[in-house]
């Protein structure tokens, strides 16, 4: 009986398997809900940026598996069509990173860690297997980091959400909620316009999507400009000011990427300028989510989280976000 050793691809092609860099969009999803929550920032929060890190890089190598025939045609120079990366070890890697994911999130978590990291995970799978092309695919996608952002409300102490009467929990999730719906808000649009990455859009799907980010980005600052605005104007503390300030710089920086990369695409909607929007609309989870963290009364974390938007945007140019 002859046996086929298995033989792990060299990392420069599991790096562009999973979009390896694309993964500094994540922790902010989990800081945007911590600090939403009141939770602290501690090991169990770092504990679910982790377990999130590894279940995004299990949906990208999942991606590439379900994809394989699809990709053979559309995206050929992909580590699967290409043949760097075996199908079945593009799917060994998603199941092992799920593994870790989910892992990791009960280390740090415990059962309040799986109440978010179970459904985040069926989500990832059922978006990549079967709901990506039907019309629930960008809502699952959406839906999918609506819950990332809750499991960092989550990622502090309190009782699992089932747990009778919620304790801290119930509270932490009911919190969150708002970053959570701004996440998934943007990460539809990014979703909506994945689909038209190679044969382009109609012009008024840029247009669609730009007009919800833009709302976006306005409700999700406007709480920390408007009562420096609004009369009775009033001198504001140094933390106010500090917010107000980084929240308004994470809208800028997400609307200069994210808005121009999308008005780009409304004036010419062919496929180079669709995909430059949804890379874009990718990298500029992180100053959305900087905006969200600092909103929130966390503006020294958001600024560094906001720091990483440029390096985000220097390794993309190496290794592809979508």
């Not at 504001?236 to 917010?243: C, G, H, I, S, Y």
């Not at 994470?250 to 008005?263: E, K, P, R």
Request: charged share 10%; aromatic share 4%.
């Amino acid at each position: 009986m002859q046996h086929t050793n298995f033989q792990l691809p060299p990392l420069s092609d599991l790096v562009s398997l999973v979009r390896a860099p694309a993964a500094l969009s994540v922790p902010g999803d989990i800081l945007a809900g911590a600090t939403a929550a009141g939770r602290p920032l501690g090991p169990r929060t770092a504990g679910a940026m982790a377990s999130s890190v590894c279940l995004y890089w299990a949906g990208m190598a999942l991606n590439d598996y379900a994809d394989a025939a699809v990709d053979s045609v559309e995206r050929p120079a992909r580590p699967v069509p290409s043949g760097r990366v075996p199908r079945r070890t593009a799917l060994a890697v998603a199941t092992s990173l799920t593994g870790a994911g989910l892992g990791l999130a009960a280390v740090s978590g415990g059962r309040r860690g799986l109440a978010v990291a179970l459904p985040l995970t069926a989500l990832i799978w059922a978006y990549d297997l079967k709901l990506k092309s039907t019309p629930a695919g960008p809502a699952a996608m959406a839906g999918a980091r609506a819950l990332d952002v809750l499991a960092g409300a989550v990622a502090g102490g309190g009782n699992p959400p089932w747990h009778a009467g919620g304790g801290g929990t119930a509270g932490a999730l009911a919190r969150g909620a708002v970053p959570a719906l701004l996440t998934g808000v943007h990460t539809y649009t990014i979703t909506a316009l994945s689909r038209h990455e190679i044969s382009g859009a109609p012009s008024r799907l840029p247009a669609t999507t730009l007009a919800v980010s833009s709302a976006t980005a306005l409700s999700t600052v406007l709480p920390s400009v408007l009562p420096a605005v609004l009369p009775p104007r009033r001198s504001l503390p140094r933390a106010e000011v500090a917010r107000t300030a980084v929240a308004s710089a994470g809208v800028l920086a997400y609307l200069g990427t994210y808005g121009w990369a999308q008005a780009r695409a409304v004036r010419d909607p062919g496929a180079s300028s669709v995909r430059r929007a949804v890379g874009a609309g990718i990298l500029a989870m992180v100053p959305l989510q900087a905006a969200l963290t600092a909103r929130a009364g966390a503006p020294v974390a958001a600024a560094l989280l906001g720091a990483l938007h440029p390096v985000a945007q220097r390794l993309a140019r190496r290794v592809s976000p979508t």
